[in-house]
Structures are given as structure tokens and as C-alpha cells.
């Protein structure tokens, strides 16, 4: 089995947890903590949803990474899945360094019909952003 | 920005209304008139009113579009929310029932598509995708049900798709 320059195996095993770090505030309900479906919709650039293996880390640590790796470092907090969940909703969940750590979600349903691939996939963010849990981000480290 | 149609509604009333009653003072006809501009105002009231009442939402979705125009600026990944979005999004919120609760707004990252989203539970979510087009995406869970599709938006025929309607009042568990 190959290793990656984090010395995480290449293959993510179902029990690893993934943190997609969120960049957006409307994407955690506001009163619950709660981790909303359009966090995990993939991006338009490339079509699949960016995640960090954080099996492993304590949360100052996976703080450092979204610092380190989202846009001007803002991010609000991670949501944190399982990935047997995310392949349970038939999405691939794949190692994709560099950066260490880093892996995406792929094989979004394509659909001729925008608005159709569109329901098609909030059906499944839906579906993981249930299972998920929101860590929020720590902003001072004593 | 676009203009409030709040902005837009009171002033229409205050205009009816001033209307109304100078032609009550000119003639029986004129009276007529003013009858019939009362009227009006008393549906623009009841309007304006049900829009205050989305205020709340109404102001998430304004916010949630500052932020992702921020975000634009500082060079995030956030996606250009349209004009085109916007407005349907809050024609949307505007049309809802009032028996339907307000959902939770955010901008989806793919396509800058605006999101209402009811959460009643525990796998109990229904949300519609509101983008450029006027067909609506949907999709919910109920337990182990599930549903996806698309509905048709129509705002001058001033009602929320039913099929929206339906799949929000089975998964909050309210009789159709």
C-alpha cells in the first residue's frame, strides 16, 4: 500500500473521519451547531468536495490546518464525517496530497438537466450533512 | 441593490390612500372609486404585512449575500450569487404561506444558488435550490424516505409550487 508525503496511507479506510472546513456561515444552522447540506456540495471549479483526514489531530491542531490551507486562513469550523458515510450515499473518497492530509470527495452524479443533477446531489449532501458534526474553530490557543 | 418590494409596497400605499381620499370628496362616482382604492390598500396591508413577516429571513438572505460578496473581495472561494438568484429567492420567501415556517438561507458553493432549507429533526429536511432559472431543485429526507426533484416557479401566478408545499408539510408531519 503506497504512503503519501503525510505518511497517511493512500487508501482512506471507512472509519477515518474527514473534516470539511467551512468557509461560509450559512453552511452551520445558527442556534444548533448543526452542519448544513451546502457544506458538503462539491466545488465548480473542479467538481468534488475538498476534506482533510483529521484522525489523529486535537482540535488546535485541525484549527492549524484550515488556517493554513483555506483562502486568507478564514474558516469558521470543520464538518466532521465518517467516510463509510460518505460511500454509503456511492461517492468516492480519495487521498489527493499535497497538501499532507488532504483528500476529496468524487463522483457527483452528472445529469443532462442542471436543476435535476442539482436535486440529485443536495438529495446525498443531505444525507451525509446529517451524520456530520460541526467543530467550531479555536481561535486562541492558551 | 435591487428596490424592496417592501419599499415599493408602502409606497403604493401611501399613494392609494391619498388617492382614495381626495375622490370620496368630488362625487358619488368618485366615491365609488375610493371603495374600490380601500380595497386595494387592504390587500397591499395584508402584503406588506406577510412581508414583515419574513423579515427575519428576508435579512439572513441579505446578509448571507454580503458575506459572500466579502468573501468574493477577499479572494475566497465563495461563489457570485446572481442577481437573477437573488430575486427569486426572495420572490420565494415572499410567496411562502404563512403556515410554512421560515427555512435557514445559504448560498450553495457550486453555483452560487441560494438555499432554503427546513430542518424538523433528525433526518426530517426538506430545501429547494433557488438559482437563475425558474425551476426550483428540491430535495428530503423523512427517516429512510427520500425524495429529489424539480418544480416549476412561477411568481405571477403568486403561489409556491404545491409539490414544495406537499413534501415540507409530509416531512414536518402537519396534514396536506
Same mark, same amino acid.
Given at each position: 500500500m503506497a504512503a503519501l508525503t503525510s505518511c497517511f496511507s493512500e487508501e482512506i479506510d471507512d472509519s477515518e473521519h474527514v473534516g470539511r472546513f467551512i468557509t $461560509? $456561515?450559512?453552511?452551520?444552522? #445558527?442556534? #444548533?451547531g448543526r452542519v448544513k447540506y451546502p457544506a458538503f456540495l462539491p466545488d465548480k471549479v473542479d467538481d468534488e468536495t475538498s476534506v482533510f483526514r483529521l484522525d489523529g489531530l486535537d482540535e488546535r491542531q485541525i484549527s492549524e490546518i484550515g488556517a493554513k490551507n483555506m483562502p486568507n486562513g478564514h474558516f469558521y469550523g470543520a464538518a466532521v464525517v465518517k467516510v463509510g458515510v460518505v460511500r454509503r450515499e456511492t461517492l468516492t473518497v480519495l487521498a489527493d496530497e499535497p497538501p499532507d492530509r488532504h483528500g476529496v470527495f468524487r463522483s457527483w452524479p452528472l445529469h443532462d438537466d442542471a436543476e435535476f443533477k442539482k436535486a440529485r446531489r443536495m438529495e446525498i449532501a443531505e444525507a451525509i450533512a446529517e451524520e456530520a458534526a460541526f467543530l467550531p474553530r479555536i481561535t486562541k490557543v492558551s | 441593490m435591487p428596490e424592496d418590494i417592501r419599499t415599493i409596497l408602502t409606497f403604493s400605499h401611501v399613494a392609494l390612500r391619498a388617492f382614495g381620499k381626495m375622490s370620496a370628496a368630488l362625487s358619488p362616482e368618485a366615491g365609488n372609486i375610493s371603495a374600490r382604492v380601500e380595497a386595494v390598500c387592504f390587500s397591499l396591508e395584508g402584503i406588506a404585512a406577510y412581508t414583515n413577516s419574513r423579515a427575519g429571513v428576508l435579512a439572513d438572505l441579505d446578509g448571507q449575500i454580503i458575506e459572500s460578496l466579502s468573501s468574493e473581495e477577499d479572494g475566497g472561494e465563495a461563489p457570485t450569487v446572481s442577481f437573477n438568484s437573488y430575486w427569486n429567492a426572495k420572490e420565494f420567501l415572499i410567496l411562502l404561506p404563512a403556515s410554512i415556517p421560515d427555512p435557514e438561507v445559504a448560498i450553495e458553493p457550486d453555483d452560487g444558488a441560494i438555499s432554503l432549507e427546513w430542518h424538523f429533526?433528525?433526518?426530517r429536511v426538506f430545501a429547494v435550490s433557488v438559482g437563475q432559472s425558474r425551476r426550483i431543485a428540491f430535495a428530503g429526507l423523512n427517516g429512510t424516505d427520500r425524495v429529489h426533484g424539480v418544480a416549476e416557479f412561477d411568481e405571477k401566478q403568486g403561489v409556491t409550487p404545491s409539490k414544495v408545499l406537499e413534501e415540507v408539510r409530509s416531512i414536518a408531519g402537519w396534514p396536506r
Open positions: $461560509s $456561515s450559512g453552511h452551520v444552522a #445558527k442556534t #444548533k | 429533526g433528525y433526518r
